[in-house]
């Protein structure tokens, strides 16, 4: 039984007992959703809520729910880290009591541990993410969406540690997936985010065709299922791709319609869009524009304890403002001092160093 | 035979079961068997309307009468409308899903839409719904066309019976044989309400029980000479007598929707009932009217989501009743009215808030638990009530701006119901009452208050009591920290308020989860990784756990801790004295005691009172 299914069996037990204030708890989700992407911070406000009045009504599954929409709204809307880690950890303890057993979400609450540290330092908690993702696959059975989340984050460990081949492989793997998987799967959601891997993949190696491929059809996926933050992704690739390939009416086109796109979120846009975004401006010569885009992403990010991309962040404008010829030591300073905050800080700092030498030179 | 049976590619007509798609609408279309009641009177005021509008009879005063007869267990509807001729019995009343006065509507649209919009019935199915209250239907009808009176008679199977009869008046009688599963109709209060409900903004009068008034009001609020008080007096007739703290009335409103902007026509008001009471009496629904006849109560979806203070009654044409005419689709219109409304309303509080601050003050006052909820994650109306809304203190209810001039720029807050009353009294202790945060969006409330005021400091007092506490040297007490640190206690000393207190114990924010899972991690409980996921938490977060079992503050300013250091009584008296500060410290907390704990501590104190009671 997924959680759906448990809810909507709540829902009618609630409906026949007449009793509202049960049903109100089955009504926070769809109410809180529609705001996922346009104003997260009342999605979790309404999840508290929703909290509050489960333990009013001293129902402990309801309260473990919340709690875990909470640590999503937090990480995948609101892209703020800095209390994911109390949150998750106790909807852990939580949910290993006797007490949730059969809980239909015991795989998503131990993945959102492996989720926090993927987002925080990657690289530096390596080691820990594989350990998780192991405990995992072994403690419980993984079907139905979970297959698709485990994937992820497995696609999700190898892109951060630069292992494309194995990073493709298991994008392709969840792809595969998909087809005529069943709706309650979330074949198409998960379908969408993996596109948008397979586009920063395709990046990474500089396969054009590859990655035009893959924003088209993402883009179609995601503007059908109104996922405007990845539609808007993959416009800004294939704006990159036209003004690659010098039709810059259409380049610029296709900004527009991802610039409008994704101004409409409230909510701290992804590395991809920025990648996206300071490559297009790079490709056409607009070293100003690409570095005013780093200085917005690090603003968009500062101090919500995603210390792994401030670093890449820090990095970029280091990039941009040595290919300026006016990289300073404050500029290295801040760099370096955000390489230290991670756990394994020598890669940052080799790339630092690489800048300083001016051995990078990519795009 | 062969011959007889029809090509398998020849045109097929249904045929209807009628028994059965009765049984369809009383058991899945409709809800409630009352609205068997609204469809009737609907048709009736819409034959009303169709005499106005096809006899020329300038003195003609439409009419509805409606009576019960318990001993016959009848319900009788009687309209002086236009009547039926026996074709357009044959046409409209007898063919499902025709009705005669949608085709009325469609022709009038074009050169009278006015009068076509007084026409309520729509899908051809509301004679039908009778049956959902009644096991035989009569109908007695003279039509205006001046042929004579028919009797149409059915039983609810597939036949009707049709005849001439005696009926003098132009007009229709309904009478329904009601259902046993229906008597309540049959009470002539139940009856007078489920009018009420449904037509009470009908213009055609309608009595009940021959009573010489009209039972419904016929006229809404919003087309009365004076409309704020009518809808105050509606309010309190519809709503229980609810005293509106404001009524805000609606009207057409321009929206804009993307690539042009439409007038949403709007009539009705919006009010503020006196109080709510988060996630338990929450507002923000709306009862809806279309073509004044009653659609649905309690609709939620049409104001937004914050408005939960506020409650509406709403007339608009362009919403569309779903088939069975309880509720309303969602389709475009029903967006443009949802940004109708929130525009109007979010217009009527700032010029509420700007025009007439102490009824602003009472609905912030009055709503405080959903407008706080509200306000956190809404800049522009946090900014309207961040200094009215009030909240709960250990010395009642005081907005931010009194709490603030009591605590020179500080909020105190305790997050917790149980186990605040150490910290609570730490703050009275300094003069400061503590604002109670257990409500979900206080502490959010207070975050985004210090936020946008750089003078005000925020003090979780669970977590944070030892800013209550003034640090002294420690030198003069080392005796007595001492006699703790060897026994494993952290332990210090400083200065605070009621002097009384002579020791607490205080503990670090996110005591309890760390202790839980510290807890777990060494019962064996997690498995491998996740042992080691929370050893290393809680070694980032509380240095080894260390400050997780506590630190016992002594208090300088209590003459007993004092007297112990500076005028020590005999070592035994001294430990014995100690250890009792330190238990009642640890009981007093309230906080990260597991039964076994406070039977624990309880023993200590036990055997140091039997020890000091040794001759």
Request: charged content about 25%; aromatic content about 10%; some cysteine.
């Amino acid at each position: 039984m997924n959680i759906w299914d448990w809810v909507a069996d709540y829902q009618k037990k609630a409906q026949a007992d007449g009793d509202k204030q049960r049903l109100r708890l089955t009504e926070i989700f769809p109410a809180a959703w529609p705001h996922r992407e346009t104003a997260p911070e009342r999605m979790l406000q309404m999840f508290r809520e929703g909290r509050w009045l489960a333990q009013q009504l001293d129902e402990p599954w309801w309260m473990l729910f919340f709690d875990y929409w909470q640590v999503g709204t937090l990480m995948y809307w609101m892209r703020d880290f800095r209390d994911v880690n109390d949150l998750a950890i106790s909807a852990m303890l939580k949910a290993r009591s006797l007490a949730f057993a059969g809980c239909p979400l015991n795989v998503a609450i131990h993945r959102d541990l492996t989720n926090y540290y993927l987002a925080v330092d990657a690289l530096g908690y390596e080691e820990r993410i594989r350990e998780l993702i192991n405990f995992i696959e072994r403690e419980f059975a993984i079907e139905g969406e979970d297959r698709y989340l485990l994937l992820g984050d497995k696609c999700t460990l190898a892109q951060e540690l630069e292992h494309w081949d194995e990073a493709e492989n298991f994008a392709l793997h969840e792809l595969s997936l998909v087809d005529g998987d069943d709706p309650r799967n979330n074949p198409v959601h998960h379908a969408i985010f993996t596109y948008t891997w397979l586009c920063w993949i395709a990046y990474q190696r500089q396969s054009w065709n590859e990655l035009s491929q893959w924003a088209r059809v993402g883009e179609d996926r995601s503007h059908k299922a109104g996922y405007g933050e990845q539609e808007a992704e993959f416009l800004a690739w294939q704006a990159l791709l036209a003004r690659r390939e010098r039709d810059e009416e259409g380049a610029q086109r296709l900004k527009r319609r991802a610039s409008s796109r994704i101004s409409r979120l409230r909510l701290a846009w992804s590395p991809c869009y920025w990648f996206a975004l300071s490559a297009f401006h790079k490709v056409g010569g607009e070293l100003e524009r690409s570095l005013r885009v780093w200085q917005r992403a690090m603003g968009s990010i500062a101090g919500h304890g995603r210390l792994a991309l401030e670093c890449d962040y820090r990095l970029e404008q280091c990039r941009v403002l040595a290919k300026l010829g006016r990289l300073g030591d404050d500029d290295v300073a801040a760099a370096s001092a955000s390489a230290a905050r991670l756990l394994k800080p020598a890669i940052a700092l080799g790339k630092l160093e690489r800048i300083l030498r001016g051995d990078e030179d990519e795009e | 035979l062969l011959e007889e049976t029809p090509p398998l590619s020849a045109k097929h007509k249904f045929d209807l079961h009628l028994p059965g798609l009765l049984k369809v609408l009383a058991e899945h279309l409709y809800s409630s068997k009352k609205v068997g009641i609204r469809e009737l009177i609907q048709n009736a005021h819409d034959s009303c309307v169709r005499r106005r509008i096809e006899a020329n009879e300038p003195h003609y005063r439409p009419r509805i009468d409606l009576s019960v007869d318990p001993a016959r267990r009848t319900l009788t509807i009687r309209d002086n409308g236009n009547g039926l001729t026996e074709e357009e019995i044959q046409t409209y009343l007898a063919t499902i899903g025709r009705g005669y006065t949608r085709e009325l509507r469609e022709k009038l649209s074009l050169y009278s839409p006015e009068e076509a919009g007084e026409l309520i019935g729509q899908f051809g199915l509301g004679f039908l719904s009778a049956f959902l209250i009644a096991s035989e239907v009569t109908l007695t009808t003279r039509s205006v066309s001046g042929s004579g009176a028919l009797r149409w008679h059915s039983a609810g199977d597939e036949h009707y019976d049709l005849s001439p009869t005696e009926h003098a008046a132009i007009g229709t009688t309904v009478e329904l044989r009601v259902k046993p599963a229906a008597s309540f109709i049959l009470k002539e209060n139940a009856l007078a309400g489920t009018v009420r409900t449904y037509a009470d903004f009908l213009p055609t009068p309608i009595y009940v029980q021959e009573d010489e008034h009209p039972i419904n009001l016929m006229t809404p609020p919003w087309e009365e000479d004076d409309p704020l008080q009518a809808a105050r007096d509606y309010v309190a007739r519809a709503f229980h007598n609810t005293e509106p703290l404001a009524v805000f009335p609606l009207s057409d409103w321009k929206v804009d929707i993307g690539h042009d902007h439409v007038t949403v026509p709007l009539k009705g008001f919006l009010f503020v009932p006196p109080g709510s009471v988060a996630s338990v009496r929450e507002f923000g629904d709306m009862t809806v009217f279309i073509r004044r006849m009653f659609i649905c109560e309690r609709e939620r979806d049409l104001l937004p989501p914050w408005a939960r203070f506020v409650r509406g009654v709403i007339e608009c044409p362009v919403l569309q009743p779903t088939a069975s005419r309880e509720g309303i689709h969602q389709d475009e219109n029903y967006e443009s009215v949802r940004q109708a409304l929130e525009e109007q309303l979010g217009q009527a509080l700032r010029e509420l808030a700007r025009d007439e601050p102490a009824t602003w003050k009472k609905i912030v006052r009055g709503h405080s638990d959903v407008i706080v909820g509200w306000a956190v994650s809404d800049n522009e109306f946090f900014e309207r009530v961040e200094d009215i809304v009030t909240f709960r203190t250990s010395r009642g209810p005081l907005s931010l701006g009194e709490y603030l001039k009591l605590t020179n720029g500080t909020l105190y807050y305790v997050t917790r119901e149980l186990g605040s009353l150490q910290e609570q009294v730490l703050a009275e202790g300094r003069d400061v009452p503590a604002i109670d945060a257990s409500w979900f969006a206080v502490t959010p409330f207070l975050q985004k208050y210090a936020l946008r005021h750089p003078d005000v400091d925020l003090v979780q007092l669970d977590g944070e009591a030892e800013q209550l506490l003034r640090p002294i040297m420690e030198e003069p007490f080392a005796a007595l920290l001492k006699h703790y640190r060897e026994q494993g206690v952290r332990a210090r000393v400083a200065a605070f308020k009621p002097a009384d207190v002579p020791a607490v114990v205080l503990y670090p924010q996110g005591a309890e989860l760390a202790q839980e899972a510290s807890a777990s991690a060494e019962a064996g409980d997690l498995p491998g990784p996740l042992a080691g996921l929370v050893h290393e938490y809680i070694d980032q977060k509380f240095g080894g756990g260390e400050e997780l079992k506590g630190t016992l503050y002594l208090n300088a300013s209590c003459p007993l801790v004092r007297r112990l250091a500076e005028r020590p009584p005999n070592e035994a008296t001294r430990a014995v004295v100690l250890t009792l500060l330190h238990q009642v410290a640890r009981l007093f907390a309230g906080r990260m005691l597991s039964a076994a704990d406070a039977v624990a501590a309880f023993r200590e104190t036990t055997q140091s009172l039997e020890a000091l009671l040794q001759p």
